[in-house]
């Protein structure tokens, strides 16, 4: 199973990035898909999942509304569109895949598989 992420940069406090994590290895319409992070000094946590179809999908609640997951199994890729962007969703973000947890429940469980992670920074 390989999950590459892409789509990290730095940007400035008010901009927007869309990461996309690519997954090979696997049926990718079997897995439900997530993102975690982690930032310098803190513990990884959990951004956004999406079921193996896209029709459910679950967010922290403090990025609910800013960030927006979304796949596509056509080029078995998942994404992360994330807007407002401040100076505290700094972090690496981490593509996950779980072939036999829900969506729902990928924050409390984990997944089974990740990729290398992708480094977003926000600053001025």
């Known amino acids: 199973v390989h999950l590459v992420e892409s789509g990290g940069g730095m940007v400035q406090p008010g901009g927007s990035l869309r990461l996309s994590c690519a997954a090979s290895g696997i049926t990718f319409s079997n897995y439900a898909m997530a993102w975690f992070r982690q930032a310098p000094g803190k513990e990884r946590e959990f951004v956004a999942a999406i079921s193996r179809v896209g029709v459910n999908t679950d967010y922290e609640d403090s990025l609910r509304g800013r960030f927006t997951i979304s796949r596509d199994n056509n080029k078995n890729t998942v994404y992360l569109q994330m807007n407002s962007l401040n100076p505290d969703d700094t972090a690496v973000y981490y593509c996950?895949?779980?072939?036999?947890?829900?969506?729902?429940?990928?924050?409390?469980?984990?997944?089974?598989?990740w990729g290398q992670g992708t480094q977003v920074t926000v600053s001025s």
């Open positions: 996950a895949a779980s072939r036999f947890t829900p969506a729902h429940q990928i924050r409390d469980r984990g997944a089974s598989y």
